[in-house]
């Protein structure tokens, strides 16, 4: 018996994968319409993206299959949503990033700063988190994790090591992933005799260390997932969210753009990253801030050996090379393009220089990245002149440029922008099948309900499901059934999309719900008690932050205190009696 059920555990994907067609095979055979079939899609392709029996990616190629056969739509029209002008953006942002942090910029840009910040406890927690945020705001949260670990752990070992330990530390620093092992009870003489080491001063510091360690890990994870929301292309729920509003409302004036994001979010970011830091400072180091902030006793010369260890890996960095400064001008350059662009608060170059008939500028967010990442396809690496080839001596080679094809073939996940294009297809199709308005329909009676209430109720909802599942899947799941909710109750639809967006990036209670946490946590030292304690409370303060910014200094951005006219086209209440609930907070 106990080998049947291994083997069924064994083939447990095979089985989902069969089985769950043939299980929901009723809804379209008994409720033959069109809203059904969209409904029987849906559904299906939810539950293999929650277990993961297929890669993400392939089950976002079903709507190719199944929408042409039930009937929903052509299948040139469902091909159409899988390369649209959000997928174009991610890869445009995508390409900078790779430049980025194929030549170490990021690394330089953190360790300056943490030079700046200083090695105090609470202080370099802070500089961790705000050097991580601001690195994930542009790569991708997974790299800037994996990069940010191993400078930690060294200056964790220097902080923790004798003055001999420094000394080595300062000529030969380590900075490679390998397991931190605070809890030694044992140290060997130089005859290879084992001495005891517990006497309580060593246990408490050791125990203080670990509790420092396993703080400064989940700061890094955290901050990387808090720094994506930030910009509009800083994580994938992000390009979610503007693809759908381009899908479902396309008379929507580009509402949502790389300059209106970054106004709402990065306030919200970095709100929930000091009120982040200030609860892992007091869960790890306790509410001892004097000691916190070094003051301690014996704190010089800890402090000195870290700072010393940052310091040292920063100058084995070299100065500047050419292919560094290049990346950073564009990349400055990429970033002041994006933001005026199409502002809205003043005429930009996109509205003014290249606008259509309707004064709307006609070059994309997506026109901006990848004109920048061309432009590194063909500026050269090094100062341009001819170089001696190393292979062939005697002949002539030019350096390659800053960004060739193949570091962006190897680092580009392709795998991201099919699931893009499966959540447009999934959206697409709702509309066209009418399962959008007949969903719509049946949530008419939330508009009793006040919205901020909604909004909290729904934030809180994605918040604990995309612990469980990708953020890029719950996005593109929720966010066709909320745009239909908003049109229903005549409520902006953004009013709701925008906070469960953002709610989809607080993963912090668990190692499987998002790379950073699995980095982390296989990185040695954590319990997942540790982390569900550090981040159930996170993910409340997440909600509350993001309830905050959706009622305060979101509204006259987006203008949430009204129901705009691009979202009237499939609710025609709204146009004879607009109700109360149309105004936030009311």
């Not at 009937?71 to 649209?84: N, Q, R, T």
């Not at 949502?256 to 609860?279: D, E, K, R």
């Amino acid at each position: 018996m106990a080998t049947c059920w291994q083997a069924l555990w064994a083939y447990r994907s095979y089985l989902i994968v069969l089985c769950l067609p043939i299980f929901l095979l009723p809804l379209p055979l008994i409720v033959q319409t069109k809203e059904a079939y969209c409904a029987y899609s849906i559904i299906l392709m939810a539950l293999l993206w929650c277990t993961e029996a297929l890669p993400l990616a392939v089950t976002a190629l079903f709507p190719i299959i199944l929408f042409p056969l039930m009937g929903i739509m052509e299948a040139s029209k469902v091909c159409l949503e899988y390369f649209k002008d959000t997928n174009i953006l991610f890869v445009g942002g995508l390409m900078v990033a790779i430049a980025v942090e194929h030549w170490n910029l990021h690394k330089r840009i953190a360790l300056g700063v943490l030079l700046i910040i200083g090695v105090r406890p609470a202080l370099l927690l802070l500089g961790f988190m705000l050097v991580t945020a601001f690195l994930s705001m542009w790569i991708s949260n997974t790299a800037t994790t994996a990069m940010m670990l191993p400078i930690g752990y060294a200056v964790l070992e220097q902080l923790q090591g004798s003055q001999k330990d420094v000394e080595e530390g300062t000529s030969n620093p380590s900075f490679e992933l390998q397991e931190a092992s605070p809890q030694k009870e044992e140290t060997k003489l130089d005859n290879g005799q084992a001495v005891s080491a517990s006497s309580e001063p060593r246990a408490q510091k050791t125990k203080e260390h670990q509790r420092f360690s396993q703080g400064l890990s989940l700061c890094i994870c955290y901050s990387a997932s808090i720094g994506g929301i930030a910009t509009l292309t800083g994580t994938t729920p992000n390009l979610v969210l503007q693809g759908q509003v381009n899908s479902i409302f396309p008379e929507n004036s580009n509402v949502v753009n790389f300059a209106s994001w970054f106004g709402f979010a990065f306030p919200t970011m970095v709100i929930l990253l000091l009120l982040a830091w200030l609860w892992l400072q007091v869960l790890f180091l306790g509410v001892n801030f004097r000691k916190n902030f070094g003051f301690g006793e014996g704190e010089e010369e800890r402090k000195q050996a870290a700072f010393q260890v940052i310091k040292t890996q920063h100058r084995l960095l070299g100065p500047m090379s050419f292919a560094e400064k290049a990346v950073t001008f564009l990349f400055v350059l990429l970033v002041v393009l994006w933001f005026t662009r199409e502002p809205g608060f003043f005429p930009g170059w996109g509205d003014t220089a290249f606008a259509n008939e309707k004064g709307q500028s006609m070059a994309s967010d997506g026109t901006v990245a990848i004109l920048i990442s061309l432009i590194m396809f063909i500026i050269p690496s090094k100062i341009p002149g001819l170089t001696q080839d190393p292979k062939k001596p005697g002949k002539l080679k030019a350096p390659p440029a800053i960004l060739t094809w193949k570091t962006v073939n190897d680092k580009m996940p392709w795998n991201i922008l099919i699931l893009l294009g499966g959540g447009f297809a999934l959206a697409k199709g709702s509309e066209e099948s009418g399962l959008s308005k007949w969903l719509g329909d049946k949530l008419t009676p939330l508009q009793y309900i006040p919205p901020s209430a909604t909004v909290l109720i729904l934030s809180l909802l994605v918040a604990i499901f995309t612990e469980c599942t990708s953020n890029v899947a719950t996005t593109t799941l929720f966010l066709p059934i909320l745009a239909s909710m908003a049109q229903a109750i005549c409520l902006h639809p953004l009013y709701v999309m925008l906070p469960c967006t953002l709610a989809a990036s607080l993963a912090f209670m668990l190692p499987v719900a998002t790379p950073p946490n699995a980095i982390v946590f296989s990185f040695g030292g954590l319990k997942v008690s540790d982390m569900a304690r550090a981040g159930f409370l996170l993910n409340i303060i997440g909600v509350l932050t993001i309830t905050l910014s959706i009622n305060s200094w979101s509204i006259p951005i987006f203008k949430l205190d009204t129901f705009p006219t691009w979202a009237y086209s499939n609710t025609s209440q709204c146009l004879l009696s607009p109700p109360n609930s149309t105004v936030p907070g009311h």
